[in-house]
């Protein structure tokens, strides 16, 4: 039986705005941090000198006044993907010709860390409690970027939100297959997002073990377009990839490379997928010994295939929750510039600090 | 006209204008919020706070009802905060 099929994706990521800018960064393999002295913007000290942002992202500017005033980077972020994925520049108001079919799962960490840290540090610092700006307080939720995407582009399918970490991309692929397999939706657009702010660049500097130093942040926003194939298999030419499975598991007693190795052979096993189908391998190399560990089990699984080797997707810094799903759009990328790629299968693999793991199996089209 | 200053007046058409996304020419002393200027309850509602915290004071939930225009806003606020 055949997966579900993505047929469509976008970005908004270090490399600009879109698709096309996605694959040409990518492409270049050039790197994107930025010296973050010259962004006026970011307010406050920061833990970093430098990260890798989305040039120019400012929402007002890219989404308009109307609407975006309380809107914060995260939603702004995926605000601005979406519309690149379905074309359309929607709108704050409600749409008046709403999209029942269509489904949107977006994965984060946790929304915005600015906007739970501003409410937080309003109730304390000012004179009364209750004196915060209730326009963010939306934001502060973690489902807000998911649920203003449906309000502005008027999706009125199943919209979920799934805080799964690094593994927050993958998960998306999964959560998207089930709505589809129990007829949720007829479209499902699944990704995740990440933003940079100040207090993210606390947040991760404070929690940063000691193998992980020298790790510079990065943001984006990567959403692909899933539904189910054809019954009799035909009309499905604009597939760019079939989602053979997802699977997910967690660290144990012996360590990252043989929790991994499990989760891996478990996906392969229930897809029925043999090794020497592998095309390549995307890792999400977090910084330090979880990274090193993701790369030994990929290494003892495959490396006597000498697959491709996807490293960290692109020069694009540690996009949190995004990485995963930048991990898909960089795979599909990299399959139209390989000749090798049709019909083979690409293993992607999710490594989180937390012990999480996590393993996506695509068949390139 | 409620009890406000011509200053006190101007702030608080400023914050209402910067919550409703509007220019300030676009919104008198009579228009209404909901029905003329597309506001929904939690604009509404961020109008009360804002005001809250600028003239640190405290404004019963029940007023909203009043606050549909701005004569309504100045009302009810110059009532709460005594003045």
């Known amino acids: ?365 | 006209m409620a009890n406000v200053t011509a200053e006190q007046a101007a702030t608080i058409k400023e914050i209402v204008c910067e919550i409703l996304e509007l220019e300030e020419d676009e919104v008198t002393g009579e228009s209404l919020f909901r029905e003329d200027h597309g506001a929904d309850s939690l604009r509404a509602i961020e109008i009360l706070a804002s005001l809250e915290k600028e003239f640190k004071v405290t404004i019963d939930q029940a007023e909203l009802s009043r606050m549909v225009n701005l004569n309504g806003v100045y009302e009810v606020l110059a009532e709460s905060a005594g003045w």
């Not at chain 1, 919209?159 to 998306?172: E, Q």
Request: proline letters at 4%; a negative charge; glycine letters at 14%.
């Open chain 1, 1 to 365: 039986m055949t997966g579900p099929l993505i047929t469509d994706w976008s970005a908004v990521s270090p490399y600009g705005i879109g698709r096309a800018a996605f694959e040409e960064g990518f492409r270049s393999g050039r790197t994107t941090s930025v010296p973050l002295e010259n962004e006026d913007w970011l307010v406050g000290e920061r833990a970093d000198t430098e990260a890798c942002l989305v040039p120019g992202f400012v929402i007002k500017e890219v989404l308009g006044k109307k609407g975006t005033r309380a809107m914060d980077r995260v939603t702004g972020l995926v605000v601005t993907t979406v519309g690149r994925l379905l074309d359309t520049t929607g709108g704050p108001l409600p749409s008046e010709d709403p999209d029942e079919d269509t489904a949107l799962v977006l994965g984060t960490t946790h929304g915005s860390h600015k906007s739970m840290v501003d409410i937080t540090r309003d109730t304390l610092t000012d004179e009364k409690p209750y004196y915060i700006n209730t326009a963010h307080i939306p934001n502060a939720i973690g489902n807000a970027s998911a649920g203003m995407c449906a309000i502005w582009y008027g999706l009125k399918g199943p919209n979920a939100t799934i805080a799964a970490g690094r593994n927050s991309g993958i998960a998306t692929l999964n959560y998207g297959r089930r709505l589809l397999a129990t007829g949720r939706a007829r479209t499902v657009l699944c990704g995740a997002a990440e933003e940079y702010t100040t207090d993210r660049s606390w947040l991760e500097w404070h929690t940063r073990g000691a193998d992980e130093t020298g790790t510079v942040l990065g943001e984006g926003c990567a959403m692909v377009q899933l539904r189910a194939p054809a019954a009799d298999g035909r009309g499905d030419d604009d597939a760019l990839a079939e989602v053979l499975g997802v699977s997910s598991g967690i660290t144990g007693p012996d360590g990252v490379a043989a929790g991994l190795e499990t989760v891996v052979g478990n996906a392969l096993r229930r897809a029925g997928i043999g090794r020497e189908e592998v095309w390549a391998v995307s890792a999400s190399a977090p910084a330090g010994e979880a990274g090193r560990q993701e790369l030994k089990a990929l290494d003892a699984l495959f490396g006597d295939l000498d697959p491709l080797t996807l490293g960290r997707p692109g020069q694009i810094g540690d996009t949190g929750a995004a990485t995963s799903a930048f991990q898909v759009v960089a795979t599909l990328t990299a399959a139209q510039d390989s000749a090798r790629a049709a019909g083979r299968v690409a293993v992607l693999t999710s490594v989180d600090r937390d012990g999480a793991l996590g393993c996506a199996l695509l068949r390139m089209r």
